[in-house]
């Protein structure tokens, strides 16, 4: 395997070969530290797996640097990594072409499942930035074929968390609930889902569009 990372920030950037060494041993990792670095070294690196691409980053300019990485690669996935947390800047970046947006807070379980969802060819988009209702239109039907539908906000808002990696006990921690509580919901859920298990559940949502519209 082999990642392009750039990131102005050395710590940052040693501090993520952990996560790339979980996904393979053998990883290669190609650094850069700005924009115009990160697309020399894609262009010298050869067969790319995945690029990562700190946002703030010099040479990025909003997202015109991940717009550039995408033209000239677009075979290849790109994530961004970010210390923001702003709704905005994800779905910016989702409307770049970004295949993912990793926030630097990511626990180290949700950091590696998402990498591995994006290399596996799905996409990764932390649920926050979709957590505000969607208001339908005055003729829109609901979606029934679409099993994401059939979930109660509060299902909703623990399949988010679920996507995210994090566990039944931390998920019972952040909304104040039993750990049991939890079980239970999750289990009803994957049923819904018509899911065997945790894995499934995060595979039928992202396939029935939770990247984009987990709120919907």
């Known amino acids: ?50 690029i990562l691409l700190d946002l703030k980053m010099p040479g990025m300019r909003g997202t015109q640097g991940l717009v550039a990485m995408v033209k000239a690669y677009p075979s290849v996935p790109v994530v961004i990594l970010s210390g923001s947390v702003e709704a905005a800047d994800v779905m910016s970046c989702a409307d770049g072409g ?10 180290s379980t949700a950091m590696i499942n998402a990498l591995r969802l994006v290399l ?7 649920s926050f930035a979709f957590s505000a209702p969607r208001r339908p239109t005055e003729d829109a039907e609901p979606d029934t074929s679409n099993p994401l539908s059939q979930l109660e906000e509060r299902e909703k808002l623990i399949l988010g968390m679920v996507v995210e990696g994090r566990t039944n006990k931390e998920i019972a921690r ?30 039928i949502a992202m396939e029935n569009g939770w990247r984009l519209t987990p709120g919907a």
């Open 120 to 126: 596996s060819g799905e996409r990764y988009f932390p």
């Open 174 to 203: 952040a909304l104040d609930l039993q750990e049991v509580t939890i079980k239970v919901q999750t289990r009803n859920i994957y049923r819904k889902l018509g899911a065997a298990n945790r894995s499934q559940a995060v595979r």
């Open 1 to 50: 395997m082999r990642i392009l990372l750039a990131d102005d920030h050395t710590l940052v950037r040693q501090g993520l070969m952990p996560f790339f060494k979980a996904l393979d041993p053998d990883v290669e990792v190609v650094e850069a530290s700005t924009l115009d670095e990160a697309l020399e070294a894609a262009q010298g690196a050869g067969a790319l797996d995945l």
């Open 98 to 107: 970004a295949a993912g947006y990793l926030p630097k807070t990511l626990n």
